[in-house]
């Protein structure tokens, strides 16, 4: 086994998190471009702002606003260190390989 396995599992399990953050906000971004176009940016926060308030009671659709721009900010952030994460951890293993020399061809 190669000591560079558990190297390679965390990178697979990093890759597939941040495709699914990744499609979660390629579909968020989606959802919001009839906005955009519409009312521009102004038109955006408008929806958010729609989206975050439905079937919320009245009295608490501040917070819920609010709380719909942390989840979005934290989802953002959230897939940039991920994205990050699986570029060092992508080069780390690169280097390891040219190091140890070129891994030898399975024969099928």
């Known amino acids: 086994m190669k ?3 558990t190297l390679r599992q965390l990178l697979a399990i990093l890759r597939g998190v941040a495709l699914m953050v990744a499609l979660f906000w390629a ?4 959802q919001l471009v ?4 519409r009312g521009g940016l102004a038109g ?3 929806h958010i702002a729609r ?3 439905a079937g919320v009671p009245q009295e608490h659709w501040d917070i819920a606003i609010a709380r719909m721009y ?3 900010g934290m989802t953002l952030s959230v897939g940039i260190v991920l994205f990050l994460a699986q570029r060092y951890l992508g080069r780390k293993l690169a280097s390891q390989g040219r ?3 070129a891994p030898e061809k399975r024969r099928s």
């Open 51 to 53: 989206v975050a308030v």
């Open 27 to 30: 579909l968020i971004l989606l």
């Open 44 to 46: 955006v926060r408008e």
């Open 99 to 101: 190091t140890q020399g």
């Open 70 to 72: 942390l989840a979005l």
């Open 34 to 37: 009839p906005s955009l176009v």
């Open 3 to 5: 000591p560079s396995w």
